[in-house]
């Protein structure tokens, strides 16, 4: 069930598949924020949502990408 369907107010999402998996991590982090925002659009919950970054290369990508939804 979806976290808005269970009234979670706070969603933690990691970088899955993109560590030991190797799923590349420039097209996991697009795919991840658009996903979350669309779901933001659309319901009220949850309120808040922390992208998990383990370093600083997947941070930066997460927070270039927040950017271009606000720009």
């Known amino acids: 069930a979806a ?10 999402f990691p970088a899955i598949s993109t560590g030991v998996y190797g799923y590349p991590l420039a ?3 697009p795919i991840a924020v ?5 779901e933001l ?3 009220t919950l949850p309120l808040k949502i ?4 383990f370093g ?3 941070a930066q990508l997460y927070r ?8």
Do not use: H, Q, S, Y
């Open 41 to 43: 659009v659309a319901n």
């Open 3 to 12: 976290a808005r369907d269970k009234r979670m107010l706070t969603v933690a």
């Open 34 to 38: 658009n996903a979350v925002a669309g």
């Open 50 to 53: 922390i992208f998990c970054c």
């Open 56 to 58: 600083a290369e997947p």
């Open 64 to 71: 270039a990408a927040l950017a271009r939804l606000t720009a």
């Open 27 to 29: 097209r996991a982090v």
